[in-house]
C-alpha cells in the first residue's frame, strides 16, 4: 500500500522559513511524479509545485516562485519542499502527492490527476 507521510510543518513568523519532508514507502517511488499541495480554511486545494521523476521541475504557483524550491532525493525515497520568506498568506495544510503517471506533472499543479496523497502537515506565519 503506497504510504506518504509529511513532516517539517510549524509556526513561523513571516520572513522565516520551513524545509517540509515527504517519506515515500509502498511504490517503485522513482516511477512517479510527485507534488506539493496546500489548502488553506475555506480554499479550494492548489497545486504549489510538482517536479518530474529526474526532478525536473514542471511548476510553481505564481505567489511562491522565488521564494519555495521542490526537490526529491530518489535514494531517501524523500520529496522536499524548502520555503523561504514565508507569508501570512502562506498559512496551509501542506500535502505531498504522487501521481501513477508522468502526465499530472504537465498540468499545471492540477491536483486531480495524483491518485496518492499524504495526512497533510500545518504550515503557520504570523505577522
Known amino acids: 500500500q503506497v504510504q506518504l507521510v509529511e513532516s517539517g510543518g510549524g509556526s513561523v513568523q513571516a520572513g522565516g522559513s520551513l524545509r517540509l519532508s515527504c517519506a515515500a514507502s509502498?511504490?517503485?517511488?522513482?516511477?512517479?511524479?510527485m507534488g506539493w499541495f496546500r489548502q488553506a480554511p475555506g480554499k479550494e486545494r492548489e497545486g504549489v509545485a510538482t517536479l518530474t521523476l529526474s526532478g525536473l521541475v514542471t511548476y510553481y504557483v505564481d505567489s511562491v516562485k522565488g521564494r519555495f524550491t521542490i526537490s526529491r532525493d530518489n535514494a531517501k525515497n524523500t520529496l522536499y519542499l524548502q520555503m523561504n520568506s514565508l507569508k501570512p498568506e502562506d498559512s496551509a495544510t501542506y500535502y505531498c502527492a504522487a501521481a501513477e503517471t508522468r502526465t499530472p506533472c504537465w498540468r499545471g499543479g492540477d491536483p486531480s490527476g495524483f491518485s496518492y496523497w499524504g495526512q497533510g502537515t500545518h504550515v503557520t506565519v504570523s505577522s
Open positions: 509502498g511504490y517503485t517511488y522513482s516511477s512517479y511524479c
